[in-house]
């Protein structure tokens, strides 16, 4: 099986190189369209900032080969913002892949500070894809101080001072807002259901 990670001007692609070896896959980290479009499965990862990495994508072009990928495809916190339509991080037009909008939490005193950054449960786990029962309620590690509302494609939730997507999937388009490489057991099952697509 061929797995490419997406590269760009994006910090934690190597945390996920290393969280898929430990699964016994090879994945080839590259910004090379036509291995991303021969590749089996491609992850998006990114730690970043929205307007910055979007201008990236799109000097590169990879804006227009994320967006046409056909194989099951998995984003992860930055990615998973940036295949959204719009971020209010530098408001910037994103991917549009899901139509929904990513907006910027609003500290709600000590107990919800900004950025949330720290362990939350997975809720309401649409089962199928990248989820099984084995992922509802259990604790996922999550760092990001923008967020996707609930909406049509979430397929987990999860709450910090409101209730926001945890995951979104849309036809071959999966994606997490939590880092399920740094999520111990249940990330490593959620990578798998990943791979097992």
């Not at 099986?1 to 996920?16: E, H, Q, R, T």
């Not at 005193?109 to 990248?130: A, Q, S």
């Not at 001072?161 to 249940?186: C, M, R, W, Y």
Request: with cysteine.
């Amino acid at each position: 099986m061929k797995i490419a990670i997406v590269k760009y001007n994006a910090g934690n692609i190597y945390s996920v190189d290393y969280a898929l070896k430990r699964l016994g896959a090879e994945p080839v980290i590259t910004a090379d369209a036509d291995v991303l479009q021969r590749a089996d499965k491609v992850i998006f990862p990114g730690v970043g900032e929205a307007h910055t990495t979007m201008a990236h994508l799109r000097e590169h072009g990879l804006d227009v080969v994320i967006r046409n990928l056909r194989q099951p495809v998995l984003g992860i916190c930055l990615g998973m913002q940036l295949m959204c339509r719009f971020s209010e991080e530098g408001s910037v037009d994103c991917l549009n892949i899901f139509d929904t909008d990513v907006k910027r939490f609003i500290p709600q005193g000590d107990d919800y500070k900004v950025p949330h950054m720290g362990w939350n449960t997975l809720d309401n786990v649409k089962e199928g894809g990248i989820f099984d029962s084995r992922q509802e309620s259990r604790y996922v590690y999550f760092v990001h101080s923008y967020y996707v509302p609930l909406n049509a494609y979430t397929s987990a939730a999860t709450d910090h001072i409101l209730p926001f997507s945890a995951a979104l999937q849309k036809d071959n388009f999966h994606a997490t807002q939590f880092h399920p490489e740094k999520s111990g057991p249940v990330g490593e099952a959620i990578l798998s259901n990943f791979l097992r697509l």
